[in-house]
């Protein structure tokens, strides 16, 4: 495992799921944390589980889909006098069910964090990072992020600009010493298809592809660090991913529909 020792790594979305995972592998690899998302408490378990491993790890409790969020958090680790060497922009939900049907407020908030939110946080930490010369960015798309995502439209939708966005960020910061990568996990066993509205329900295709978030951190992470653009986690879903190129995006579409229809 590589080492990185007294580096400092700020991953949103940290309190359950992915980002706490992130949280756990780099601070086994010696890497001190910075934790945001709402829940203080959950944060404070996690911060406790990584600082068994010898790294120090600050909590900020912070709605990252408010006006400004971005601004908010940037000026608080400064204040605090933190270097941030890692982005994991990871917070972010989904919205499921026919798009008509979806709350718009939901859809607001979804599009604030996933898209307004991430992109300033990149643009904030990023510019930081490009002074100092070195860093790493990685933002966690989706494999929505390749095709339309019917049941999941609008949510597919800003991983596909996550993707889009990174892969020409990866392209525009060769030779800053700076990378940026995104990770694209498939289903992944999370409290994400509950948060969205799946009431503890799958389709056959998502329990299927389903992976363990220790394992598509563990490859996001070693995507990250050997400076990749972008990574498909699972032989299962970078099999789908190829077949796509295969098909029209209409026919794409219409299987994802058949796909995520729930049991
Ligand atoms: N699980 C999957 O199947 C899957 C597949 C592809 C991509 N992803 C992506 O993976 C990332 C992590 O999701 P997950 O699967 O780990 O789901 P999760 O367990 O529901 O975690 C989502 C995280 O985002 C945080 N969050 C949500 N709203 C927030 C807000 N307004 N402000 C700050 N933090 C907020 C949550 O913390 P609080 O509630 O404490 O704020 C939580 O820590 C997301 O970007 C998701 O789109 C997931």
């Given at each position: 495992m590589d080492s990185l020792n007294n580096r400092t790594a700020l991953v949103t979305?940290?309190?359950?799921?992915l980002g706490a995972e992130f949280a756990r592998q780099l601070a086994r690899r010696g890497c001190h944390l910075v934790l945001v998302a709402r829940r203080a408490d959950a944060l404070a378990r996690i911060a406790s589980e990584c600082e068994s491993q010898g790294v120090s790890v600050t909590v900020i409790s912070h709605?990252?889909?408010?006006?400004?969020a971005a601004e908010a958090l940037h000026s608080e680790v400064k204040s605090r006098d933190i270097s941030v060497d890692i982005l994991v922009n990871n917070a972010g939900f989904g919205v499921h069910g026919y798009f008509m049907s979806q709350p718009l407020a939901r859809i607001n908030d979804m599009l604030a964090l996933n898209v307004v939110t991430l992109t300033q946080l990149t643009q904030l930490f990023g510019r930081d990072m490009v002074e100092r010369g070195h860093g790493h960015i990685l933002q966690v798309g989706s494999v929505g992020s390749f095709q339309p995502g019917p049941l999941y439209g609008a949510y597919a939708a800003t991983k596909a600009y996550v993707l889009s966005l990174g892969e020409a960020l990866a392209c525009e910061l060769r030779g800053t010493g700076v990378t940026a990568t995104v990770v694209c996990p498939g289903v992944?066993?999370?409290?994400f298809l509950d948060s969205a509205g799946q009431d503890g329900k799958m389709s056959f295709y998502q329990k299927m592809v389903l992976m363990q978030a220790d394992e598509v951190v563990r490859q996001g992470l070693e995507a990250m660090l050997a400076g990749r653009p972008a990574v498909v986690t699972g032989w299962l879903n970078k099999l789908q991913i190829l077949a796509?190129?295969?098909?029209s995006r209409r026919f794409a579409a219409r299987a994802a529909l058949w796909g995520m229809r729930l049991d």
């Open positions: 979305g940290a309190s359950s799921g709605d990252l889909s408010q006006q400004g992944t066993a999370t409290e796509l190129r295969l098909v």
